[in-house]
T-cell receptor, first 117, second 113 residues
Framework: AQKITQTQPGMFVQEKEAVTLDCTYD???????LFWYKQPSSGEMIFLIY??????QNATEGRYSLNFQKARKSANLVISASQLGDSAMYFC??????????????FGKGTLLTVNP | DAGVTQSPTHLIKTRGQQVTLRCSPK?????VSWYQQALGQGPQFIFQ???????QRGNFPDRFSGHQFPNYSSELNVNALLLGDSALYLC????????????FGPGTRLTVT
């Protein structure tokens, strides 16, 4: 079974500063993918960044980067230069590549990020 | 290029009733997954449809059923509604075998009274 743990129910950051959102995962599979999604109050899940288990370099997408530490089973999201529009719920999710089917995402409970002006 | 669309946006039902939620996938996507997100929780996988068949199912009772149509759109049906079924229901689409992200719709908020 797969499990995602996000230990920070809420985080605060000042505008223009960087913030790290924590995520640890548990799986016995060797091939898996890790995702971060942003969910504004409107409800839609917005894809931010993806890291494959065999990727040697940390993923980056604009102001988002994923600090992937495989041995520690952590996949922290780093948001640089925070903006007021970054205020939202952030979810870490995992997919395992097994069973020949397309993927089921397992989500954590999320972290509510508030960016202060 | 239209993204994933869901209808209705909001729905209020009474305990014991049945409900149908609808989803149209992003253009070019043939796989649809459904998730239930209770208040304050992360989404939970319900099931996934590809080629009009249920391919994978999460830990949900048989009251939850679905369907996929030849145009890849999908329905989620919930029978004998319980108060605990109140949640945001999210639909996500992807190309089958796609390694990257699933594209999510805006969700349907179901309230059971």
């Amino acid at each position: 079974a797969q499990k995602i743990t996000q230990t920070q129910p809420g985080m605060f950051v000042q505008e223009k500063e960087a913030v790290t959102l924590d995520c640890t995962y548990d799986t016995s599979d060797q091939s898996y993918g890790l995702f971060w999604y942003k969910q504004p109050s409107s409800g839609e899940m917005i894809f931010l960044i993806y890291q494959g288990s065999y990727d040697e370099q940390n993923a980056t997408e604009g102001r988002y980067s994923l600090n992937f530490q495989k041995a520690r089973k952590s996949a922290n999201l780093v948001i640089s230069a925070s903006q007021l529009g970054d205020s939202a719920m952030y979810f870490c999710a995992m997919r395992v590549n097994s069973g020949g089917s397309n993927y089921k995402l397992t989500f954590g409970k999320g972290t509510l990020l508030t960016v202060n002006p | 290029d239209a993204g994933v669309t869901q209808s209705p946006t909001h729905l209020i039902k009474t305990r014991g009733q049945q409900v149908t939620l609808r989803c149209s996938p992003k253009s070019g996507h043939d796989t649809v997954s459904w998730y239930q997100q209770a208040l304050g929780q992360g989404p939970q996988f319900i099931f996934q449809y590809y080629e009009e068949e249920e391919r994978q199912r999460g830990n949900f009772p048989d009251r939850f059923s679905g369907h996929q149509f030849p145009n890849y759109s999908s329905e989620l049906n919930v029978n004998a509604l319980l108060l605990g079924d109140s949640a945001l229901y999210l639909c996500a689409s992807s190309p089958f075998g796609g390694a990257y992200e699933q594209y999510f719709g805006p969700g349907t908020r179901l309230t059971v009274t």
